[in-house]
Structure formats: C-alpha cells, structure tokens
C-alpha cells in the first residue's frame, strides 16, 4: 500500500478557559490515502470538528499541544504559518457547515471561487474566473457565467454549498475536508451535495474527510469510517463492517437508536443512557463507560487503547478486545 | 464579544448552587451593578453632585462663607489657595468655589427635570405607537421624525429667544426634543415584545389596552428607559452647559457651570484657572452619567459587553 | 430592486418637508407675522403707505395662501429676509456655507480616518493594555464639553505658546486677517484647532464602534472560510473582515451628514469661524426671528435629505438590500 497521503499521529488539540483545561482532541491518529472517502462520526463537543480545523492548523484559540499531522510527509504542526498558508485552500481545502454565514455576503460569488487560484497560483481575474465559472459549471450550478456575478445571497441553500464546494476545488487540492456540509441543508438538497462530493472524489481523485453526527450520511458516501467520542477515536474501519457489526458499544447503541422502518412499531425507542461528558473532567477510564450497558470493571480504571478487534476493525474497548460480541 | 469556539467545543456553564433560591430579574441585575466597581463609583460621583445641588447653600455657609452674587471689585481675578477663596475669584470679586456650589442646582437640576420630562413623554408616546401600530403608529412616528429633522441646537436657540427661559422652563426646552429619541427607542422595544406569547395570552384574558401597556409591556422596556436616561442625563447637562456658555440658557445672573465659561477668553490674560473648574466639572459629571449608565446597561444584560 | 427602495424612502420624506416648513412658518408669524422689514428705518411712513407695502409683500392675504408662497419660495431657494435690514436670508447662507463646511467636512475626515484604525487596534488587540486605553479615551472624549475643550486648546496653543516665545497657533478666524485670502498653509493652521474639537465627539464615538462591528465580523464563518483559503491575516483583516466591518460605520457617519451644517455652532462661535452656526448665533441675539428661522429651515432640508443621502449610501454598499 502507498504511503498516506495524511497521517495524525496521536493528535491532542486543548483549549485554556477560565473555567479549566477543555481536551477537544486527546490523542487522536488516523491515516487517509489518496483517493480515499473517510468518515468521522461523532455527537456535538466529541472533537470532530476541532480536529479538522487542528489539521488546518485553524484551531485558534485552541492549542496543538502535542502529536503529529504528516502531510505528504511534512508536518503540519512545525512549520510557520507563510509554509501553512500554502498548504491551505490549495493542498487541504476544508468547506464548512453553514453555506448561509460561511460566503462574504459583500463579494460576488465568482469573485470568491476564483480567490484561491488568484491567491495561490497568481492568475490573474479574467483567468481566475473563467475557472471558477467551469468549476460552477462542474457542480451544477446552471447558468454559472450569469451566476458568478450574483452575491450569496441570491443563491438558495443548496446552490450556496456547492459554489462552497466548487471554491474547494479550484485549486485541485489533495484532501477536501467537509465539516457537515449537509447538516444546514433540506434532506433532498441532502442528497444532491452527498452525490456531487462523490463525483468529485470519482473525478478529480480528492480524498474526501467527511465530518458529520448523521450516521446516514456516512454511510451513503465513506468507504472507511472513525467514530469519535470525547475527543478521542473509539473505532475505526470499513464504513460496511463497522454498520454491520460494530465493535464499540457507542457505535453500537447509535446504531441501535436509529429508528428503522422495518421494526415492529410497539417498539420503544432506544436513546443512549446518560449525557455527554464533561471534556473539562473527563471520567476516569473509559470515558463512556458512565454510559455503557456493557461495561465492566476495568472500564471505570484504565483507558482502552485503540487495538484491532476482528479482520478489519479497530475499536477502544475492553469488553470487545476481550473477544465479546455486541 | 465572545471568543469564537469551534462548533462542538463544549459550553461550559456554572452549575446552580443547591439550595438558593432563584433570585429575580431586577436582583440579579442590581446585584451585578453592584459588584461593578466603575458603575458603583459613577453612581456616588452623580450623588454627590445631587448632594452639592442640594445643599449649596449650606455648604457656602459651612466651606466659603460668602454668596454666589456678592461682588468684590478690589479682588478680582484672585489665584486659587488665596485666603478665603480656595478656588481664586472670577473677574467680578466672586468667590468661585460658591459659584461652583451653586451651578450644580442649574446643571442638575435641569438635568433630571429634563430627563424626567423627556422619558414620560417619550416612553407614553413610544408606547401608544408601538402597542396600536397603524394609523395612529405612523402618524406620531412622522411627528417625530419632524422633530428630529430640526437641528436640536438651532430649535433651542430660537426658543430661548422666545421665551427668556428660567430653570424649568429651559428643561422643558431641551426635552422637547429629547423625547424623540426616547420615543423611537421605546416603539422599537414595544414591537419586539408586543408580539410574544405572554402579551398574547394576556389579552385573551380580556385585559383591558391600558392594563396591558402599563403593567406589561412598561416592565419590559423599563430597563432600556433607564439605560437611556443614565446616558441622556450626560447630554443633557453638556447641552444646557453650551447653551448657558452661549448666553442664550439660564439668565446670567444666576452662576452656572456653563455661564461661568462665557466669554472667558478675557480671562485667558488673568487667571487661566478659571477656564479650568467649570469645565472640569462639568466633565466629571457627564462622564460619571455616561459612565453609570453604562454599569446599568451591562447589569441588566451582561451578554451585550 | 434599488429604485423601488429609493421612491419609498423619497416618498416617506414629503410628509416630514411639509411637517418641517409647516412649522417654521407657523413660528415666523406669530413671531414676526405683520412685521415688515426695514418699518422702522422710516417713522415718517404713513398708515396707507405701510398697508400699501404689506399688499404688495402679500401679508394680507390668508394664511395658507402665505404658507404656500413660502414653500413655493424655498424650491427656489428663497428663505425669507432678515427683519432687521431685509437682506435675503439664502445670500446670508450661500456666503457662509462654505466655511461650515470646509469645518464639518474637515472633521468628519478626520474622524473617519483616525477611528478606522483605532478600531481595528482596539479590536484586533482586545483586551490589551492598548484596547483599555483606548476605549478610556472614547468614554472621555464623549464626556467634554466642546466649548471647553476649544477654550483649552486656545489657552494652549494659542496665548501660552504665544507667551513662552513658542510658534502658536491662531485663536480664530478662518484666515490672518490683512492677507486678503490667505494661502493654503494659513488657512490650515487656522482650521486645525477648530476641526480638531469638532472631530473629537465623532473619534470618541466611532472609534468604539469599528472596534465592536470589527469584532462582530472576525467572529463570523466567512472570516474563518478566508482563513481557510490560505490567504495573509493582512487580506484576511483589511479585505475581508473590514469590508463588513464597515458598513454599520457607513450608516453612523451617514446619520452625521445631516448635522453637517449645524453641528457646529458652538466651535464656530468659540473660534470665530464665520459659518452658518455662528450666524444664527449673532442674528438670534439681535432676535432677528426671521432670519433665524430661515436657517434653521434650510438645515431642517438638509437633515431631512442628508438622512436620505445616508440611506441611499447605505444600500448602495450593501449587496443584500442593492439586489433584493
């Protein structure tokens, strides 16, 4: 297998508040190849978001306290911030949740697709816009000359998120990270943009991050698949192994609390027991083990490592390394 | 403004301490202006100008021993921590620091009658046109708009030379056209609330217009009231300050911070410290108003800092 | 569209023009009504000869009829005449308009300019030991009394600099008289003390609020998507950000447009500056009504279009409403 194209390496992201340490990101590690779609699930305040932006090294107020993001071999952690500007919006490109505040509502919209071209490969106007043009052309946007020179505004939801998405490909980059870029948007429209990121994977080779809490939509559109839970990765595979039989028991039980339509309908909804944790205070041990139905006592005492459970799997749990099936 | 977090970082908030019971709107606020060290400090500086007005004569008697009006034309122009006048003489023999005394009842009195005025009339007026809307909304609103059209210096020239004003009659002048202002500010408020809920259910229970405006929709824009008339005052005292300077506000006759500036460029050659204390006072004073109405601002809503 | 929103705002303005003269004519006759400019120049008039002069100034005719010649006067310029010598209240105004507002103007420049950057400092630093004092300054700079502060300045830089043998700067007047005109240094240094003051309250105001609108913007998801483009924190900042930023100042500086030719009444009478403001000034002391209530006409309009003028600024620079 190749080298990955981007490797983190025991990732811990913290932000200092006046209230205490927050432990967004607390060890994470994951490799993403060329090509590649991977999906990182997880709830509101599991880190997600905060590891994305920590790769883009756009983490402030946050600090990077420690570990490693190797990009083509680089890390991404070292260098000053004129080498980082470079990798950003032309190597890494990230597009964010919410097409609605993410556009500058006082530029046309050709105007800030073409801004990264002009930026970073020094063409000039007319050229920078003829490509955002066809890259608008390219997600669908119908009567893109036209529409270049209309403001955000005038787009509806669905049109804003893929100029959003054309903007992020402009410069070809490598890696395309889209934090939620559905979860704004109408389930229809849904579709529509999941489809387009997969065309634009398919053709234009961008390994793809996708960062949602919708497990659907992970599923739709991530061949791998991590499973983030208070900053740290719990399991991690194959999006169709991991659905199948899951190896944590969060995966688990946000499996089991999807409501499904083939279920007999007397049946009660299963919601996963307790709330979310406190990243300033974390639980000793485990940190869903205040959660869990299937914990035992070394969970309360020890943090599970992220260890391969079955072929293809990698889950943080003592229960599942120990050989028992969900 | 708030530190920008990404958006899964948690929020972190205080948790309830156990067995206190919840305290209410107006305490909660009181209790942060309180804690506010610049807002408590304001608020005494105001006080105590109220306190000179108040008792100015008193303290005459007490501190300087002499009257505002008495002149003395073989002490004219005397240095500051001269015998018996602590803050020198004008150019008339007149103690200064007496004047000083005296010209705190002209600025706050003015001030808080004004205040008083504009805010009634204002709060009545932006109430009726925020509750009924329509008609009536437009046409005190167009009204307003006409007042605030005519520059508000130009308007209180014209009427002081008009009607010769005294004391009450100058801050009935200045609110004429503060009330405006007020007036606007408290529709706007009128609308946001007007539309909630509780309004609502309060008037299906058959509560009659009056009722509704005054014990409902009053509460809720009152804090805005009293942020705006902490702020007002400031404005007002400098106004009234301009227009004595000019000697077109309280007859000169009567010592006041701001008459005790006019034409004070003939004093440049004899004592530059009397350009000093009135305008120093009055400084003072309007800072100390901006200043508090600032901490009540941030008392009663501390997510706006 | 633009235009629509234009013909609103026009429209929404004729009713405070009539409010406005409506009023100022209700003012002017009961303050100087049947009086007749100039009457007292000649105590040998006759009564026939002062109704003959009132017929022909049309001051018998009824009271609406008058009204609508005044109004018909203003769209052509014509404020009334003083009572004092009948002079033309407009000439008064075209002779000193252009001294108020090379002062305004003047001063407004200078707020614009300096609180832009002083925003940013204070927003970019917030917090800071610079960003405390700045704001210090803001809240103190409201609290002075113009008239004071032009007093001070003057003793200053004027009468001290004067005594200690130090070059000084003029205490009033727009140019050294003697110099028939002056040149363009000496009405600078005859302009700098006055400006100075009267930019004062506009620093102290905008200064604090490009810090809170630049604030407001940094927060928001576009910047941090600029950010992600990969582009310098200057672009991100000055074309980004400040951009937005902006156009709430926009809106404030537009509301001062109106007050450009009263606002300075006080500093032009501490200076001598021979403006409207101070005109009013001398003319309400001798109560010549009429020509007060000229002026105040003419700059009531003034506010009336300079808030149009603010508006049309306004969505002009903000794409949202130009294309809604």
Redesign the interface.
């Known amino acids: 297998m190749a080298a990955p194209l981007l490797e983190l390496h025991d990732l811990k992201t913290q932000f200092f508040t006046p209230e205490g340490v927050v432990k967004a990101v607390d060890g994470v590690s994951l490799e993403l190849h060329a090509g590649e779609t991977l999906g990182i699930v997880g709830e509101s305040g599991s880190g997600k978001s905060v590891t994305a932006l920590s790769v ?1 090294r ?1 983490q402030r107020p946050g600090k990077i306290v420690s570990g490693e993001v190797r990009f083509k071999g680089r890390d991404l952690t070292k260098l000053s ?1 004129i080498e ?7 190597e890494i ?2 597009i ?1 949740q ?1 097409p609605m ?7 046309r919209t050709g105007w800030q697709v073409g ?2 071209v002009r ?2 490969q020094g063409w000039d106007k007319t050229r920078a816009m003829g490509v955002a043009v066809s890259m608008l052309n390219k997600v669908g946007i119908p009567a893109p000359e036209k529409r270049a020179h ?2 955000p ?2 787009f509806s939801g669905g049109m804003r998120q893929r100029a ?1 998405i054309a ?1 992020g490909l402009t410069t070809t980059p490598k890696v395309l990270i889209a934090d939620e870029p559905t979860t704004a948007l109408d389930v229809t429209i849904q579709a529509q943009i999941l489809d387009l990121l997969r065309q634009v994977n398919r053709e234009f080779g961008t390994a793809t991050i996708l960062i949602t809490h919708n497990l659907g939509v992970v599923a739709g559109m991530c061949e791998r698949v991590m499973v983030m839970y208070a900053g740290r990765i719990v399991e991690s595979g194959p999006t169709v192994d991991v659905f199948a039989h899951p190896k944590h028991p969060y995966t688990w039980s946000l499996l089991r609390s999807i409501p499904r339509l083939d279920e007999e309908r007397h049946e009660a909804l299963k919601p996963i027991e307790g709330l979310p944790p406190d990243l300033i205070n974390l639980p000793p041990g485990c940190a869903f083990h205040p959660r869990c139905t299937f914990k035992i006592e070394r969970c309360s005492r020890d943090v599970p490592a992220l260890t391969r459970v079955g072929d293809t799997q990698l889950a943080a749990c003592w229960v599942t390394q120990s050989g028992v099936e969900l | ?2 530190t ?1 977090l990404p958006i899964d970082a948690p929020v972190v908030t205080a948790p309830a301490a156990p067995g206190q019971p919840a305290r209410s709107y107006w305490q909660q606020a009181t209790g942060r202006l309180r804690r506010n060290r610049i807002g408590v400090a304001s608020g005494l500086v105001l006080l105590f100008f109220v306190l000179v007005a108040l008792t100015s004569p008193v303290l005459a008697a007490i501190f300087t021993h002499t009257d505002p009006r008495s002149i003395d034309l073989l002490n004219t122009f005397l240095p500051p921590l001269s015998p018996h006048h602590i803050l020198g003489t004008d150019d008339l023999g007149r103690d200064e620091l007496t004047r000083m005394f005296y010209g705190a009842q002209v600025s706050m009195g003015i001030g808080f009658l004004s205040v008083g005025v504009a805010l009634t009339i204002g709060a009545a007026v932006g109430l009726v046109a925020g509750y009924y809307g329509g008609l009536i909304d437009g046409l005190l609103m ?2 307003v ?2 007042i605030l ?3 508000a ?3 209180f ?2 009427m ?3 009607f010769k004003p005294n004391t009450i009659t100058l801050a009935l002048i200045i609110a004429s056209v503060g009330w405006g202002s007020i007036a606007r500010l408290v529709r706007g408020e009128v609308l946001s609330v007007r539309t909630r809920d509780f309004m609502v259910a309060t008037s299906s229970l058959g509560a009659s217009d009056l009722r509704l405006i005054l014990r409902h929709l009053l509460p809720n824009v009152l804090h805005v009231l009293i942020v705006f008339g902490s702020l007002y005052l ?1 404005s007002v005292v ?1 106004i009234e ?2 227009l004595d ?4 506000g309280i007859s000169p006759a009567t010592p006041s911070w ?1 008459n005790m ?1 006019t034409n ?2 003939t004093f ?2 004899h004592s ?1 410290w009397l ?2 204390w ?2 120093l006072t ?2 003072i004073t ?2 100390a ?3 508090f109405g ?1 901490a009540i601002r941030d008392a009663f809503d501390p997510r706006l800092r | 569209m633009l235009a629509k929103y234009l013909l609103r705002r026009v429209l929404a303005t004729i ?2 023009v009539i ?2 003269t409506l ?1 100022t004519f209700m ?1 002017m006759h009961v ?1 100087a009504g049947s009086y007749i400019p100039g009457i007292d120049l000649n105590p040998n008039l006759k009564v026939e000869d002062v109704e003959a002069i009132k017929k022909y100034l049309g001051l018998d005719r009824p009271l609406y009829i008058q009204y609508i010649t005044w109004l018909a006067g203003i769209t052509h310029g014509d404020f009334g005449r003083s009572m004092i010598d009948g002079s033309l209240v407009s000439s008064h105004i075209f002779d000193r308009l252009p001294a108020t507002l090379e002062l305004t103007v003047t001063a407004i420049l200078i707020g614009v300019l300096i609180s832009i950057p002083l925003g940013i400092t204070g927003a970019l630093r ?1 917090g800071s030991k610079i960003d405390h004092a700045l704001t210090a300054m803001s ?2 700079g ?7 502060l032009g ?2 300045l ?2 200053v830089f004027s ?1 001290q600099f004067e005594a200690w043998g130090l070059p000084f700067l003029p ?1 009033g007047g727009v140019t050294t008289p003697g110099t028939g005109g002056g040149d363009l240094f000496d009405r600078l240094v005859h302009l700098i003390m006055p400006a100075t003051v009267l930019s004062f309250v506009y620093l102290s105001i905008w200064s604090r609020f490009t810090r ?1 609108s630049m ?2 913007v ?5 910047v ?10 200057r672009r991100v900042i000055y074309l ?1 950000a400040l ?2 930023a902006v ?1 709430p100042l926009v809106t404030l500086v537009g509301l001062e447009l ?2 450009l ?3 300075a ?2 500093v032009e ?1 501490v200076f001598s500056w021979p403006g409207i ?1 101070k005109l ?2 001398e003319r ?2 001798s ?1 010549d ?1 009429t020509t ?2 000229g ?2 006409t003419f ?2 309009l003034l ?2 279009g300079g ?1 149009l003028l603010a508006d049309v600024l306004y969505a002009f ?4 409403i130009r ?2």
Request: glycine share 6%; hydrophobic share 55%.
């Open positions: 883009m756009l911030e980082m500007r470079e990798i950003r919006g032309q490109a990230m964010f919410d505040t993410s556009l500058n509502p006082v530029f801004e990264p930026l970073h209309d403001y505004h005038q959003m903007m | 403004m708030i920008p167009r009204f708009d006409i059209a005519v520059p210096i130009f308007l020239i014209l002081s030379i008009l400031g400098l300050a301009a300077f000019l000697g077109l701001g500036l004070s460029e440049f050659f530059s350009v000093i009135p305008g009055i400084f309007v800072l108003a901006n200043l600032n | 009713p405070v409010g406005v009023i003012l303050t917030r809240v103190a409201f609290a002075i009394p113009a008239f004071w007093l001070l003057i003793l009468v205490s809170s604030l407001e940094l927060s928001q998801d576009y941090r998507t600029a950010r992600a483009k990969g582009m310098s924190e980004h951009r937005n156009i109106p007050a030719v009263s606002g009444l006080v009478v403001g009013l000034y309400a002391l109560t009504y007060v209530l002026i105040t700059a009531a506010v009336v808030n620079l903000d794409p949202r294309y809604t």
